[in-house]
C-alpha cells in the first residue's frame, strides 16, 4: 500500500488531500476546523504554518495515523521560486522583508523547506518531502478529477512560483506543458488590486467585486484598466508593473487611472449617479473575460484538443467560464470545483503518488463532497453540549416537514453528511430559502449572511428540472454541477425564481442529480409539489466566518444567526418564533 499525504501550506487556503495506492481518500481545508478564512493569512511570516488540522482529519478518516505516511506532497517548489528572483523585472513599492524583496524572498524559501523538520516534530517521524511545481499541481487537480482522459489544461491564478498563468495538454501518457506567463503579467493579481482599490480585503473579496460588476457599465474604465493589463493578438498578455504596483502596500497605480480608493467608512458606489466602483468591477469583468477567450483560442490551437480543464483562483469567476464556453474555442469546459489553492494538496498528492510508482485513478467528480468523514458520534456530541434534543425522525417525515418549512419562507440550514470541498456550498453545508419573491436576497444579505445588498443568489435545482428555468449549453453542465458558470434565466422564469435573478438576467445554479445527491433532490420535488417551483435559494452555511465544518459548528451558527431550523443529518431544530438565539440554546429548540 502506498500512501501520499498532499500538502498545500505556502499562500493561503492550507490543506490537506490523502492518496492510497492512487485513490483519494480525502480532502481536508484548514479553514473549516480552525475557523480563520482561507486557514491563514497570507505572509511570509506565516509561511511555516502548516495544516495539522486538516492533516490529522484525512488521516483519521482514512483509519491511518501518520505513521502510515509514505511521502507527503508539497504544492510548491521553493528552489524554483528563488531562482526566479534574478529575472524579475523592477517591482515598485515591495515593503522590506516583503514577498518579492530580496531578504523576503530568501527567508520565505527558507521557512517553506521548514516543512520537514516540522512534520517530524509534530509527528515525532521523519517522512520524505517532495516539492512539486505549484501549477502542476493545480493542472493535476483538474485533469484527475474531469470526465476525459485527455483534456487541455488552463491554470490561471494570482502567481505559483512566478507563473501566473500555465497551460497544458494531458492524457494517459502524462502532462506535457505548452506554455505559460510569468509574474508581472497577472490577473489574479489584477482582481486582488482592484478589490482593495474597491475598500474591500485583497485575497477574500473578490468575489463581492465580481457580483458588483454586474451594476456597472464597462465603458467608463475600459482604457484605463487596459493600460495596467493588455491583452495581446497572441491570446495572452502583458501588465504593466508600474501602475499595477502588485506587491506595493498601496494600490496609487489605480488611484491615478480609477481615482481615490474607497476607504472602508466610505459607502460603496453600485447604484445611483455615480456608481464608479461597480463600473471598475464592470470593466474588470470585461477584461476578465476577454483575456480568458483569448487564452481559450490560444491553448486549444497549441493542444490540439476539444476539452478544457480549467483550475486555479481565476476559474472560480463563473461569467468568465460561460464566456469561454459561448467563444466556441472549446466543444465541452470542466471547472474543478476546489480550484484555489486548497485543491492543490489533491493535485500535489496526484503528482507525488504517480512519481512514487501508483499510478493516481482519474475519476470524474460529479460531486464535491471529498472532505473527511464525519465522526460517528459528531451529532450526539454536539446536541449534548449544546444542552439540546432533538429525536432522529424518519426521512420521509423529516423531509415533507423541511419543505413545508421552506414553503412557509422559512430559512432552513441544511447540514449532511460529508462536506463539500472548494468555496461553493453544494447542499452538504448550505443555508436554502424559497426563490419566489425577490425580497428573500435582501433578507438573506441583511439579516442572515450580514453582507452586501448587491450580493446575489444562486439556485439548486434537480437536473431533469434545469432546461424549464435555465439556457444551459451542453458544454457547460459539469460547471454547473458546481455552481461554476454563470448561464441565462429564461424569460418565462424570471418571475419565478425572482430571489437568485442577477442583475444581468443570470445566474450561478447547482445541478443535482439523484445518485449524487439524493435527500436534496427528493426535498426539491417536495418543495416542488407544494410550490410549483422545484428551485431552491443556496447559499454557503455561515455568517461572515468559513463555512461550518462540524455539527458544533452548525449548532453555534444556528444559534446566534437568523436562521429558522436546521436539518443535522437526521434531526431537526427550529427556533420558536418569538425565542432569540440565547433562548433556544436554553431549550426552546424542539427537534
Given at each position: 500500500?502506498?500512501?501520499?499525504?498532499?500538502?498545500?501550506a505556502?499562500?493561503?487556503?492550507?490543506?490537506?488531500?490523502l492518496?492510497v495506492d492512487?485513490?483519494?481518500?480525502s480532502?481536508?481545508?484548514?479553514?473549516?476546523?480552525c475557523?480563520?478564512?482561507?486557514?491563514?493569512?497570507?505572509?511570509?511570516?506565516?509561511?511555516?504554518?502548516?495544516?495539522y488540522?486538516?492533516?490529522d482529519?484525512?488521516?483519521r478518516?482514512?483509519?491511518l495515523?501518520f505513521?502510515?505516511v509514505?511521502e507527503?506532497a508539497?504544492?510548491f517548489?521553493?528552489?524554483?521560486?528563488?531562482?526566479?528572483?534574478?529575472?524579475?523585472?523592477?517591482?515598485?513599492?515591495?515593503?522590506?522583508?516583503?514577498?518579492?524583496s530580496?531578504?523576503?524572498e530568501?527567508?520565505f524559501?527558507?521557512?517553506?523547506?521548514?516543512?520537514?523538520?516540522?512534520?517530524?516534530?509534530?509527528?515525532?517521524?521523519?517522512?520524505?518531502v517532495?516539492?512539486?511545481?505549484?501549477?502542476?499541481?493545480?493542472?493535476?487537480?483538474?485533469y484527475y478529477s474531469?470526465?476525459?482522459?485527455?483534456?487541455?489544461?488552463?491554470t490561471i491564478?494570482?502567481?505559483?512560483e512566478?507563473?501566473t498563468?500555465?497551460?497544458?495538454?494531458?492524457?494517459?501518457?502524462?502532462?506535457?506543458?505548452l506554455?505559460?506567463?510569468?509574474?508581472?503579467?497577472?490577473?489574479?493579481?489584477?482582481?486582488e488590486?482592484?478589490?482593495?482599490w474597491?475598500?474591500?480585503t485583497?485575497n477574500?473579496d473578490?468575489?463581492?467585486?465580481?457580483?458588483?460588476?454586474?451594476y456597472?457599465?464597462p465603458?467608463?474604465?475600459?482604457?484605463?484598466?487596459?493600460?495596467v493589463?493588455?491583452?495581446?493578438?497572441d491570446g495572452?498578455?502583458?501588465?504593466?508593473?508600474?501602475?499595477a504596483?502588485?506587491r506595493?502596500?498601496d494600490v496609487?497605480?489605480?488611484?491615478?487611472l480609477?481615482g481615490p480608493r474607497?476607504?472602508p467608512?466610505e459607502?460603496?458606489?453600485?447604484?445611483?449617479?455615480?456608481?464608479r466602483h461597480?463600473d471598475?468591477?464592470?470593466?474588470?469583468?470585461?477584461?476578465?473575460?476577454?483575456?480568458?477567450?483569448?487564452?481559450?483560442?490560444?491553448?486549444r490551437?497549441d493542444?490540439g484538443?476539444?476539452?478544457?480543464?480549467?483550475a486555479g483562483?481565476v476559474?472560480?469567476?463563473?461569467?468568465a467560464?460561460a464566456?469561454?464556453?459561448r467563444s466556441?474555442?472549446?466543444?465541452?469546459?470542466?471547472?474543478?470545483?476546489?480550484?484555489?489553492?486548497?485543491?492543490?494538496?489533491?493535485g500535489?498528492a496526484?503528482?507525488?503518488s504517480?512519481?512514487a510508482g501508483a499510478?493516481?485513478?482519474?475519476?470524474?467528480w460529479?460531486?464535491?463532497f471529498r472532505a473527511?468523514?464525519?465522526?460517528?458520534e459528531g451529532?450526539?456530541a454536539?446536541?449534548a453540549?449544546?444542552?439540546l434534543q432533538?429525536p432522529?425522525?424518519p426521512?420521509?417525515e423529516?423531509?415533507?416537514?423541511?419543505?413545508?418549512?421552506?414553503?412557509?419562507?422559512?430559512?432552513?440550514a441544511?447540514?449532511?453528511?460529508?462536506?463539500?470541498v472548494?468555496?461553493?456550498?453544494?447542499c452538504?453545508r448550505?443555508?436554502?430559502?424559497?426563490?419566489?419573491q425577490?425580497?428573500?436576497?435582501?433578507?438573506?444579505?441583511?439579516r442572515?449572511?450580514h453582507r452586501?445588498?448587491?450580493?446575489p443568489?444562486g439556485?439548486?435545482?434537480?437536473?431533469?428540472?434545469?432546461?424549464?428555468?435555465?439556457?444551459i449549453?451542453?458544454?457547460?453542465?459539469?460547471?454547473?454541477?458546481?455552481?461554476?458558470?454563470?448561464v441565462?434565466?429564461?424569460?418565462?422564469a424570471?418571475r419565478?425564481?425572482a430571489?437568485?435573478?442577477?442583475?444581468d438576467?443570470?445566474t450561478?445554479?447547482?445541478?443535482v442529480a439523484?445518485?449524487?445527491?439524493?435527500r436534496?433532490h427528493?426535498?426539491?420535488g417536495?418543495?416542488?409539489?407544494?410550490?410549483g417551483?422545484?428551485?431552491?435559494?443556496?447559499?454557503?452555511?455561515?455568517?461572515r466566518?468559513?463555512?461550518?465544518?462540524?455539527?458544533a459548528?452548525?449548532?453555534?451558527?444556528?444559534?446566534?444567526?437568523?436562521?429558522?431550523?436546521?436539518?443535522l443529518?437526521?434531526?431537526?431544530l427550529?427556533?420558536?418564533?418569538?425565542?432569540?438565539p440565547?433562548?433556544?440554546?436554553?431549550g426552546?429548540?424542539?427537534?
Amino acid at each position: 500500500m502506498k500512501t501520499i499525504l498532499g500538502v498545500n501550506a505556502v499562500f493561503h487556503d492550507s490543506s490537506a488531500a490523502l492518496l492510497v495506492d492512487g485513490r483519494l481518500q480525502s480532502l481536508a481545508e484548514e479553514e473549516r476546523y480552525c475557523r480563520v478564512r482561507h486557514g491563514k493569512r497570507a505572509s511570509v511570516d506565516n509561511t511555516a504554518v502548516l495544516p495539522y488540522a486538516a492533516i490529522d482529519e484525512t488521516l483519521r478518516s482514512a483509519g491511518l495515523d501518520f505513521s502510515r505516511v509514505d511521502e507527503v506532497a508539497y504544492s510548491f517548489d521553493p528552489e524554483a521560486r528563488l531562482a526566479a528572483l534574478g529575472r524579475l523585472p523592477a517591482d515598485p513599492g515591495i515593503p522590506a522583508g516583503d514577498y518579492g524583496s530580496p531578504e523576503g524572498e530568501r527567508r520565505f524559501h527558507d521557512l517553506v523547506l521548514l516543512t520537514p523538520g516540522l512534520l517530524k516534530a509534530r509527528y515525532g517521524r521523519e517522512v520524505p518531502v517532495r516539492f512539486i511545481p505549484h501549477h502542476d499541481c493545480h493542472m493535476a487537480a483538474s485533469y484527475y478529477s474531469c470526465p476525459w482522459d485527455e483534456a487541455a489544461l488552463l491554470t490561471i491564478d494570482g502567481i505559483g512560483e512566478n507563473d501566473t498563468v500555465t497551460w497544458a495538454r494531458c492524457g494517459r501518457g502524462g502532462l506535457e506543458r505548452l506554455g505559460r506567463l510569468e509574474y508581472p503579467h497577472s490577473l489574479g493579481f489584477l482582481w486582488e488590486r482592484v478589490t482593495q482599490w474597491a475598500g474591500l480585503t485583497a485575497n477574500l473579496d473578490e468575489g463581492t467585486t465580481m457580483a458588483l460588476a454586474a451594476y456597472g457599465e464597462p465603458a467608463r474604465f475600459r482604457a484605463a484598466l487596459r493600460r495596467v493589463l493588455e491583452p495581446l493578438a497572441d491570446g495572452t498578455f502583458r501588465a504593466d508593473p508600474v501602475l499595477a504596483r502588485f506587491r506595493a502596500l498601496d494600490v496609487r497605480g489605480l488611484e491615478e487611472l480609477l481615482g481615490p480608493r474607497r476607504l472602508p467608512r466610505e459607502p460603496m458606489l453600485w447604484q445611483g449617479e455615480d456608481r464608479r466602483h461597480a463600473d471598475a468591477a464592470a470593466a474588470l469583468q470585461e477584461l476578465t473575460e476577454e483575456a480568458l477567450c483569448g487564452l481559450a483560442r490560444r491553448v486549444r490551437r497549441d493542444s490540439g484538443l476539444p476539452r478544457l480543464a480549467l483550475a486555479g483562483g481565476v476559474a472560480l469567476n463563473c461569467l468568465a467560464n460561460a464566456a469561454v464556453a459561448r467563444s466556441g474555442a472549446f466543444e465541452e469546459l470542466w471547472a474543478f470545483p476546489a480550484a484555489t489553492d486548497c485543491g492543490t494538496a489533491f493535485g500535489a498528492a496526484c503528482v507525488g503518488s504517480r512519481l512514487a510508482g501508483a499510478e493516481p485513478v482519474r475519476q470524474e467528480w460529479t460531486h464535491a463532497f471529498r472532505a473527511p468523514g464525519e465522526r460517528p458520534e459528531g451529532v450526539g456530541a454536539a446536541l449534548a453540549e449544546a444542552r439540546l434534543q432533538a429525536p432522529a425522525r424518519p426521512e420521509r417525515e423529516l423531509l415533507a416537514e423541511a419543505a413545508e418549512l421552506l414553503a412557509r419562507g422559512k430559512v432552513l440550514a441544511w447540514y449532511e453528511g460529508a462536506g463539500e470541498v472548494g468555496p461553493r456550498a453544494l447542499c452538504h453545508r448550505s443555508l436554502l430559502a424559497d426563490p419566489r419573491q425577490a425580497s428573500m436576497r435582501e433578507h438573506l444579505n441583511l439579516r442572515v449572511k450580514h453582507r452586501q445588498a448587491f450580493r446575489p443568489y444562486g439556485p439548486v435545482v434537480r437536473e431533469e428540472d434545469a432546461a424549464e428555468f435555465f439556457d444551459i449549453p451542453p458544454g457547460l453542465r459539469g460547471p454547473c454541477r458546481f455552481m461554476l458558470a454563470a448561464v441565462p434565466v429564461k424569460a418565462a422564469a424570471r418571475r419565478r425564481i425572482a430571489a437568485v435573478l442577477h442583475e444581468d438576467g443570470t445566474t450561478r445554479p447547482q445541478l443535482v442529480a439523484r445518485q449524487d445527491h439524493p435527500r436534496l433532490h427528493a426535498l426539491l420535488g417536495e418543495f416542488g409539489r407544494r410550490t410549483g417551483v422545484p428551485v431552491l435559494v443556496n447559499t454557503s452555511f455561515n455568517d461572515r466566518e468559513p463555512i461550518v465544518g462540524t455539527p458544533a459548528h452548525a449548532l453555534a451558527t444556528f444559534l446566534r444567526a437568523e436562521i429558522d431550523a436546521l436539518v443535522l443529518e437526521d434531526r431537526l431544530l427550529l427556533k420558536e418564533p418569538s425565542a432569540a438565539p440565547s433562548a433556544t440554546r436554553s431549550g426552546q429548540a424542539l427537534g
